[in-house]
Every structure is written in C-alpha cells, then in structure tokens.
C-alpha cells in the first residue's frame, strides 16, 4: 500500500550535522501530519519533530533550536536537518505519518519506516 523509506544517517561526530529524509510512496491520496521519532538502545521511542500539511510543526524540547523539520507535499517527502548533534541524540530515527488517505480506503491509516540509525560520537 505505502511504504515510507528513510535516508541520511550515519556516524557523526558532536557538533557537526545531518539531514534525514523519509520518501512516502504508494497509493497515497494524501498525507496530514508527517513526523520523526527516535528510539536510542534501552529506551522508550520519543516524539523527535512533527510537520502538519499547512507546515505548523512541534519539536520535542531536547532538539528546539537545533533540529528543523520540512516537508515536500508534492513529493510526499519530509526532511529533519540535524545541526549541533550531541551524543544523546545517537539513535535509531523513524518517519511516521499517522494519517493517510490511501487510495481506494474510506479510512485514515498510519505508517511508518524502517527507520535510519544516526549515531553521534567522537
């Protein structure tokens, strides 16, 4: 039906950037929010950045001023650049999209990705 396929992850070192991107494919009629989440080893997955269709986003606290979220609506693409990594942000990275009209469906359903691991260390 949909797949959402992340990219851009990889070992950095604190301080320095990276910018991830989630392509939404398939049947997709259309696509609300868009978000990231992050699950590090031992712990509960957490709510990284969301992005509604008309481009309102929240972030979580621990990533305000330092992570920006931005979507494609016609590519049905939504980004997350990273600046200013901190270890702490080692993680696997997941994109989610909890509402979509998929072609065909009368109801509303949620997907999300495989996931990208970024890791941050020196």
């Known amino acids: 039906q949909v797949q959402l396929v992340e990219s851009g992850g990889g070992l950095v070192r604190p301080g320095e950037s990276l910018r991830l991107s989630c392509a939404a494919s398939g049947s997709i009629a259309s696509i609300n929010t868009m978000g990231w989440y992050r699950q590090a080893p031992g712990k509960e997955r957490e709510l990284v950045a969301v992005?509604?269709?008309?481009?309102?986003?929240n972030y979580a606290e621990s990533v305000k001023g330092r992570f920006t979220i931005s979507r494609e609506n016609t590519e049905n693409t939504v980004y997350l650049q990273m600046n200013s990594l901190k270890p702490e942000d080692t993680a696997v990275y997941l994109c989610?999209?909890?509402?979509?009209?998929?072609?065909?469906?009368?109801?509303?359903?949620?997907?999300w990705g495989q996931g990208t691991l970024v890791t941050v260390s020196s």
């Open positions: 992005i509604g269709s008309g481009g309102r986003t």
């Open positions: 989610n999209a909890p509402d979509v009209r998929v072609i065909g469906k009368s109801v509303w359903l949620a997907f």
